[in-house]
């Protein structure tokens, strides 16, 4: 299959302008349906390396369309929304952060209608011994730590959720681009070079948002799933001192599970891969107030149940 | 993990501390109720059903019990109908937890107590609940770039900024200048047996005889209230969600969903208060806007 | 919350066939077939619905037999407990009426 970046520009621009634009990521197929010049811009950037079709027929999972929330706002003072076909109370955002509104649209449409895993809100890295989830509240670092994991010999499997298979606990890879906030935009860019960056979106309510891209082998290898070793609950703040702190399994689980938009739909089935998944993992809450500290942590827990 | 060794005495021990913990009303078992039991996409249209005779019971200290096995007739409160609501309640909250504003008002006068009996409305001042450093959960994480634009609700949620403390909104604490009876009940009569069995642990058995003057052996209670809901009541919580976002809450209703939020805040989802499900996914639907 | 009417000569007992324990701990996570909902029990409820799986009790029954099931004198499990520990099974449906009075 080719990867979008083999496409012309003016060809992906037609395909995603007649909703016919395919990303092939990991377990899942999203058809994309959009009219803006810096949804274009940003998916060729960050999705450039991925797996895509662009002609009429193709089976997809997903689909998405990224349009104006009304006619009106089609033109003045132009606005953008996602609609990944289900109703779903929405902030329309100002067009210039379609990517944005790509995103969210991507999330909620795996969030929200995805019936052959069960998805928990997670980041996700592995390497060759087992893979690490990473659980956390908004702003506890979730995805500082994952970008920054990627930078440690670890691939992303993803920064948004961990896709767990039914009746088995493997996780799935679906290595989107990282979203990073604020402060987290100017230090991953730094440990992981501007170009691996996108641009940065500025001026939106929570501050400035911005997006690391997937590599090249974390893509190629998006169809292998990592056992589970380790889960982590981070919580940064700021000067903290570093400490990691075991989490009993019943607890991590009712934390874990709290992030699943669809555990409870799934029956059995998830539960035997969840309570598998306890089992398999050691839990730590991660307290620490810089990237480096929770990196050192992090290596200290892999060194002793990354085995 | 390893099934627990049933004769081991740490076992055994902590058996016991749950069992207490039990006798107070800390639910033993915790249902997880996942997102998808209650679709986000209706977060902000879902409704309470408000059991019938349903009764909170709220302290000037801003704790609160609620029960729907206690049958309040709406007469005058007192310490012995305090101890026994205290006993039949199944759920309970610690100081801090209510408003102000739902509190007793702290004066006893020489007339009886006020208690609401259930349609106080006593609240029209639209209390916009302030800021709160409130984590946001797992799940409302996920939709982190749903941010833009109402940028309040990122912060302006449901538990007000003196949730878990006694400042605040007010002191309603006695002055010491009203003559009511600061605490304790006098009473050690009005236990029927399904009360003080069945629920144990109430905390003011005092057992004094000699307190007040009134000759009688159960006086006036001037530190609690009681609200109650008569019959099986209905709402949407989201009605009560301003378009900024802020919550203006009022009422018997406001009360409810004050509690309702305070328990979920406590024992997240995973508890069989009724409502808590509805008022988390309202809760983190405004965490993400 | 009281999950319905309930009659003291009714008997209750749990059906191990209609849900799955795992034990992570100190805790059961336990999926209940017919409702599709996961529960979490701690070793006070398990120990009841345990003491429930191995026969018919009526409330009175169980509130005598579960002391001497956790070890625990009468005083410390009073039977105001028990009945809210059953309640709390019964309201998720882990427990049922078995047969008649």
């Not at chain 2, 940028?151 to 002191?171: C, F, N, P, R, V």
Request: with cysteine.
């Amino acid at each position: 299959m080719r990867r979008l970046e083999d496409y012309g520009r003016r060809a992906v621009r037609q395909a995603l302008r007649r909703g016919t634009l395919v990303l092939h990521l990991g377990p899942f197929a999203m058809q994309l349906k959009a009219d803006s010049r810096a949804l274009l811009a940003f998916l060729l950037s960050m999705y450039g390396a991925c797996h895509a079709t662009l002609e009429a027929g193709v089976l997809a999972d997903f689909s998405l369309h990224v349009r104006a929330p009304n006619m009106i706002r089609r033109f003045v003072r132009r606005q953008i929304t996602p609609d990944p076909g289900f109703y779903f109370p929405t902030v329309p955002l100002p067009r210039p952060m379609a990517p944005l509104a790509l995103e969210m649209g991507m999330n909620l449409a795996v969030a929200l209608q995805c019936f052959r895993f069960a998805i928990y809100h997670a980041g996700v890295v592995a390497d060759e011994r087992g893979a690490i989830a990473i659980s956390a509240f908004s702003g506890g670092g979730k995805s500082t730590l994952t970008a920054a994991l990627m930078e440690e010999g670890f691939r992303l499997l993803s920064d948004e959720f961990a896709i767990m298979g039914l009746d088995e606990p493997g996780l799935y890879p679906y290595p989107r681009p990282v979203s990073l906030k604020n402060a987290s935009v100017e230090i991953v860019r730094a440990f992981a070079g501007a170009e691996e960056m996108s641009t940065t979106l500025t001026g939106t309510p929570k501050g400035d948002i911005g997006y690391r891209r997937a590599r090249p082998h974390e893509l190629e290898m998006m169809h292998e799933p990592a056992m589970p070793k380790l889960l982590l609950f981070p919580q940064f703040s700021l000067d903290a001192e570093p400490r990691a702190e075991k989490v009993e399994p019943g607890d991590a689980v009712m934390r874990f599970i709290a992030g699943s938009p669809n555990y409870h739909a799934l029956g059995e089935a998830a539960f035997g891969s969840l309570m598998a998944f306890a089992d398999s993992v050691a839990a730590y809450d991660l307290h620490y107030g810089n990237t480096a500290d929770s990196i050192a942590l992090v290596k200290d827990l892999w060194r002793e149940h990354g085995s | 993990m390893n099934e627990p060794n049933e004769k081991d005495s740490v076992f055994l021990e902590k058996r016991r501390q749950l069992l207490k913990l039990g006798a107070a009303g800390v639910p033993m078992l915790l249902t997880m109720k996942a997102s998808a039991a209650q679709p986000l996409h209706s977060a902000l249209d879902c409704a309470i059903t408000i059991p019938s005779g349903m009764c909170i019971m709220v302290g000037s200290d801003g704790a609160a019990w609620i029960s729907t096995r206690y049958n309040y007739d709406g007469s005058k409160l007192t310490n012995g109908k305090v101890k026994q609501f205290k006993s039949a309640s199944e759920y309970v909250l610690p100081a801090g937890s209510v408003p102000a504003r739902y509190r007793p008002d702290g004066n006893c006068p020489t007339d009886p107590c006020s208690s609401s009996g259930g349609s106080s409305g006593d609240d029209d001042e639209g209390g916009h609940w302030g800021h709160h450093s409130q984590q946001e959960s797992g799940f409302a994480a996920l939709f982190d770039r749903l941010t833009l634009t109402r940028t309040a609700q990122a912060d302006d949620t449901l538990y007000a900024s003196d949730w878990g403390h006694s400042g605040g909104e007010g002191d309603d604490s006695d002055d010491g200048s009203s003559g009511c009876p600061t605490s304790g009940g006098d009473d050690d009569d009005n236990h029927d047996s399904y009360s003080s069995n069945h629920w144990g642990s109430s905390d003011d058995n005092h057992d004094d005889d000699e307190g007040g003057s009134s000759g009688s052996n159960d006086t006036s209670s001037c530190d609690y209230k009681i609200y109650c809901f008569d019959s099986s009541t209905q709402f949407q919580p989201g009605t009560f969600i301003d378009a900024n976002g802020n919550w203006n809450l009022s009422g018997d209703l406001g009360l409810y969903t004050i509690v309702a939020a305070k328990y979920g805040e406590y024992y997240g989802t995973y508890n069989n208060f009724p409502g808590v499900s509805c008022m988390l996914s309202i809760m983190t639907y405004l965490n993400n806007q | 919350m009281a999950a319905g009417p309930n009659r003291k000569t009714w008997r209750w007992r749990a059906n191990p066939r209609h849900y799955r324990c795992h034990v992570l701990g100190d805790v059961t996570f336990v999926y209940n077939h017919l409702s599709g909902d996961t529960h979490m029990l701690n070793l006070v409820s398990i120990a009841l619905l345990n003491l429930m799986a191995e026969r018919t009790f009526t409330l009175d029954e169980l509130a005598a037999a579960f002391p001497a099931h956790m070890d625990v004198s009468a005083d410390e499990c009073p039977p105001g407990v028990v009945w809210r520990l059953f309640d709390e099974l019964d309201e998720v449906g882990l427990v049922e009426r078995s047969g008649g009075a």
